[in-house]
């Protein structure tokens, strides 16, 4: 990234920044995924209970990584085994105190928009967790709530999909066909416009790319 690239997202970033603190969310920007993860780690408490969704974002910086080295109740279900211990630490994760996720896209002003196939992910952000923590780079963000629905539903969700090996449409076209295959992952959209709770949703904005 060139130095004027670099500025350009400062100075855009401190605008999204603006849109946050105008919705109820809290807003962080800082420059490398180190400064990231040092974010991350400084606004969970040690010994908080902490659940995530699918991030590839908070993967990127290396926080999962940091969690489990550090002192933290973690509630992941990729270390259980089966089908019901996964669902059952999923549910588990309502009553955490923290949850990282990203966001498939963030407005200029401050809207976060994010697209699920579970609604894990979406129904978390919204209600439940005590915090929510949402990691995301300087790629996801765009100019308006319709630019943040077409970014989640053409780009995040054909990456996504391939990722997982799904059988949809736009796994292999690459683009959206507002399709109703079994295998859509873009079943629940959650536009969160305002937080009611003050400081719930802190938002870190990176300046690199980050997930998809």
Aim: glycine share 8%; with cysteine; hydrophobic share 40%.
């Amino acid at each position: 990234m060139t130095e004027w690239e670099l500025k350009r997202n400062q100075l855009l970033g401190m605008k999204v920044l603006e849109g946050l603190q105008s919705r109820n969310m809290e807003g962080y920007f800082v420059n490398t995924k180190e400064e990231a993860l040092a974010k991350l780690l400084e606004l969970i408490p040690e010994g908080s209970s902490i659940g995530w969704g699918g991030t590839m974002s908070v993967a990127a910086i290396g926080g999962f990584d940091a969690l489990h080295n550090g002192k933290y109740k973690l509630l992941d279900r990729d270390a259980v085994q089966t089908k019901e211990e996964k669902e059952k630490v999923q549910r588990d994760i309502f009553f955490a105190d923290y949850f990282l996720t990203s966001a498939n896209a963030v407005t200029e002003d401050g809207i976060l928009v994010n697209i699920d196939g579970n609604a894990n992910r979406v129904s978390a952000i919204a209600f439940g967790p005590a915090h929510v923590v949402i990691v995301a780079g300087m790629n996801k963000v765009v100019k308006s709530e319709a630019d943040a629905l077409s970014r989640a539903r053409n780009i995040a969700a054909p990456i996504n999909a391939q990722r997982f090996g799904l059988d949809t449409p736009c796994a292999k076209a690459g683009a959206c066909y507002d399709c109703k295959s079994h295998d859509t992952i873009c079943c629940q959209t959650l536009i969160t416009r305002y937080s009611k709770h003050d400081g719930r949703i802190k938002v870190i904005l990176v300046n690199e790319d980050l997930g998809f």
